[in-house]
């Protein structure tokens, strides 16, 4: 099992931004396949954003649902061992418990293609 820990949420007003981490304890984020899913209340789970790269990690893509394309941004620091995912122009409907996953192999942005996941962070966006 490999421990994946988000942290970085919290309350937001709208408009407002905020930066989630994942961290894997101090081990290797070297998977082909990173990516940030939600899930808000009542609502299945959902794909945010994924990051593809190839296996020397010399290329990569990146995928965003269309409802947080222009305001996230997903990156990964292989020296900090993190994924981040940068959230600007934050919406009330962008509250959701927010999770990182990660799987081998470049896999379409779908949560049934993820093998390890977080436990989530929550983020709330409310005036």
């Known amino acids: 099992q490999l421990p994946l820990v988000e942290s970085g949420g919290g309350l937001v007003q709208p408009g407002g931004s905020l930066r989630l981490s994942c961290a894997a304890s101090g081990r290797s984020l070297n998977y082909d396949s990173i990516g940030w899913f939600r899930q808000a209340p009542g609502k299945e789970r959902e794909a945010v954003s994924c990051?593809?790269?190839?296996?020397?990690?010399?290329?990569?893509?990146?995928y965003y649902t269309d409802s947080v394309k222009g305001r996230f941004t997903i990156s990964v620091d292989n020296a900090k061992k993190t994924v981040y995912l940068q959230m600007n122009s934050l919406k009330s409907e962008d509250t959701a418990v927010y999770y990182c996953?990660?799987?081998?192999?470049?896999?379409?942005?779908?949560?049934?293609?993820?093998?390890?996941w977080g436990q989530g962070t929550q983020v709330t966006v409310s005036s």
């Open positions: 996953a990660v799987a081998w192999l470049q896999r379409p942005c779908n949560m049934n293609e993820y093998d390890y």
């Open positions: 990051i593809n790269s190839n296996s020397d990690r010399s290329d990569s893509s990146t």
